[in-house]
Nanobody
Framework: QVQLIESGGGLVQAGDSLRLSCKAS????????MAWFRQAPGKEREFVAG????????YYADSVKGRFTISRVQADNMVYLQMNSLKPQDTAVYYC????????????????WGQGTQVTVSS
């Protein structure tokens, strides 16, 4: 099973930027879908952004469209989430996830999860 390790979280002010990184161990097939989810206190985990590993097509939640960018470097087995114009409502634990079955925004279909990294945005 692929293991995922996130990094890059922290405490920032509203309007600042952060870049999250996710390192995947093991082989990732072109059909794999990689995504970032987040979970705020008292709320359900939600899809933030995803990318098709092979072709690089990207998908975003409406709440982050235009502010966040997901990307991957296949040679390094890395996935990134560039977060710009951060808002207090972006505060959450962010998780990197992998779905071997392809595109999905439902957390129940994902096969591997990272441990999560905290992002806190102060107003």
């Amino acid at each position: 099973q692929v293991q995922l390790i996130e990094s890059g979280g922290g405490l920032v002010q509203a309007g600042d930027s952060l870049r999250l990184s996710c390192k995947a161990s093991g082989r990732i097939f072109s059909s794999t879908f990689m995504a970032w989810f987040r979970q705020a206190p008292g709320k359900e985990r939600e899809f933030v952004a995803g990318i098709r590993w092979g072709v690089g097509n990207t998908y975003y939640a409406d709440s982050v469209k235009g502010r966040f960018t997901i990307s991957r470097v296949q040679a390094d087995n890395m996935v990134y989430l560039q977060m710009n114009s951060l808002k207090p409502q972006d505060t959450a634990v962010y998780y990197c996830a992998l779905d071997r079955g392809g595109y999905s925004t439902m957390d129940s279909t994902f096969d591997s999860w990272g441990q999560g990294t905290q992002v806190t945005v102060s107003s």
